[in-house]
């Protein structure tokens, strides 16, 4: 079992750069994949990125690509997600999640999720 705990979020301007953390508890924090989403008000919870157990393969929406880095460090049990020129329509809480297999894009294929950390770019 682990237990998913973000960190991080805030407000920024347009352009601006947040970095988020993820941090696990339980020895069992290596072998998970790792996945951010992302849920705005009123809409559905989207795929951002994605990286794998060893940090070896990284997935991202087109949306965030060029823009957003996933990355982990097992040492600490903790995934990052630095993200740059930020937009108004990142504005959504984010929320890491431990992958239990299965295409890695959909929601319903991760076991364990944390509570979530609202994020919002302003004009």
């Known amino acids: 079992q682990v237990q998913l705990v973000e960190s991080g979020g805030g407000s920024v301007q347009a352009g601006g750069s947040l970095r988020l953390s993820c941090a696990a508890s339980g020895d069992t924090f290596n072998i998970y994949a790792i996945a951010w989403f992302r849920q705005a008000p009123g809409k559905e919870r989207e795929f951002v990125a994605y990286i794998t157990s060893n940090g070896g393969i990284t997935s991202y929406t087109d949306s965030v690509k060029g823009r957003f880095t996933i990355s982990r460090d097992n040492a600490k049990n903790t995934v990052f997600l630095q993200m740059t020129s930020l937009k108004p329509e990142d504005t959504a809480v984010y929320y890491c999640?431990?992958?239990?297999?299965?295409?890695?894009?959909?929601?319903?294929?991760?076991?364990?999720w944390g509570q979530g950390t609202q994020v919002t770019i302003s004009t």
């Open positions: 999640a431990a992958h239990s297999g299965g295409p890695y894009q959909h929601s319903y294929n991760y076991g364990y």
